[in-house]
């Protein structure tokens, strides 16, 4: 009987993730203005409209490719920026979603590009920013059931090629906190549980140790897509920051990274793979190295234990690159949507 339930339960979080719903449930938190910083905002708005989308995505490479999933995800950042700063354009938001998902843009992946992240994980990146302009339009009734529809069967093909040669550690976690934010914003109960599920089994790693990977910089890549998902289920009542692990807590793992990036300091790190050239990690803005998950956490722990080396961080960060937070592997932009 044990066996049947399991079978069961499995079918029905798999359905979760490869069928577009019928009804789409409100009452799920994901967009929010609650920490957000309209200065910084403004700062870094847009509300681009409907362009021709390209159907493949490509790996990350600066500066941004017209047309390229990176493209679409900074771009639909600055709408939400101005709406996080009341100059929105909801409409114009709204048609070029519809648009998109008409198209089926990006819903491909190039693997041949020998550069920068992987494009499966640049999908994953694209669903919880399409995630959080959704779950906006839906706080403005600004979409009708079948628009819901369009998006949601557009967005169910990125959720399963997010998984392509989903290998690395940020990676994997990346595609449980994007499962998380869609889930929200659309009130799939199912889809969340199943991200929720996969990223507390993760965290089990924390039960003998502070950290997720014994190198710096391939921990450091795991931290702002892991806290992007905690962050959501945070916003729904579930608290994995506080949860603890055996012995420690993400509370800790937070406060034995930010230590360890400040001794690391401006030295440029390596990860396992020898065609990776190594990069520094004391940047507010970037695509993998950088600190743009420090206003997430202080937004939710500004008195925490591990605030004090989260903001001793946030320091050397600013002596080394002045500028807003912008983690570009996280959905939204940290310095507007998090307000540091």
């Not at 979760?16 to 449930?25: D, K, L, R």
């Not at 449980?176 to 549980?193: M, P, Q, R, T, V």
Request: glycine content about 8%; aromatic content about 10%; proline content about 3%.
């Amino acid at each position: 009987m044990k066996r049947l339930f399991k079978l069961l339960l499995v079918g029905v979080l798999a359905a979760g993730v490869n069928a577009p719903q019928e009804s789409y449930a409100a009452g799920m938190k994901l967009w929010t203005k609650q920490f957000a910083s309209s200065g910084k905002c403004r700062g870094y708005s847009g509300t681009a409209g409907v362009e021709n989308f390209g159907t493949h995505a490509r790996g990350f490479k600066w500066p941004m490719p017209k047309g390229s999933a990176v493209e679409f995800i900074d771009r639909t950042v600055r709408h939400l920026n101005a709406a996080a700063a009341g100059g929105a354009n909801d409409k114009g938001l709204r048609e070029r979603l519809l648009a998109a998902a008409k198209q089926g843009a990006y819903t491909k992946n190039d693997f041949g590009a020998a550069y920068g992240a992987s494009p499966s994980f640049e999908q994953s990146v694209m669903i919880r920013a399409i995630a959080h302009a959704v779950s906006y339009l839906r706080s403005r009734n600004a979409l009708s059931g079948a628009d819901m529809k369009t998006i949601d069967t557009w967005v169910r093909a990125l959720l399963k090629t997010q998984k392509q040669r989903a290998t690395s550690k940020d990676h994997k976690v990346s595609t449980y906190s994007s499962e998380i934010a869609w889930g929200a914003a659309i009130g799939d109960k199912n889809l969340f549980k199943s991200g929720y599920s996969k990223l507390d089994r993760f965290l089990g790693a924390l039960r003998s140790k502070p950290y997720f990977d014994k190198n710096v910089r391939v921990n450091n890549e795991v931290m702002p897509v892991l806290l992007m998902g905690v962050h959501v289920l945070r916003l729904n009542g579930i608290d994995l920051f506080s949860k603890q692990y055996g012995k420690y807590s993400l509370h800790d793992a937070v406060a034995h990274h930010a230590n360890w990036v400040n001794q690391t300091g401006i030295k440029k790190v390596k990860t396992a793979d020898p065609t990776e050239p190594a990069r520094a990690l004391m940047y507010s803005d970037g695509a993998g190295t950088h600190q743009a998950w420090i206003p997430l956490y202080l937004a939710h722990f500004p008195r925490s234990a591990a605030a004090s080396s989260v903001r001793t961080l946030h320091k050397q960060v600013k002596r080394a690159q002045n500028i807003p937070y912008y983690g570009r592997n996280m959905g939204v932009h940290s310095a507007c949507y998090f307000g540091l």
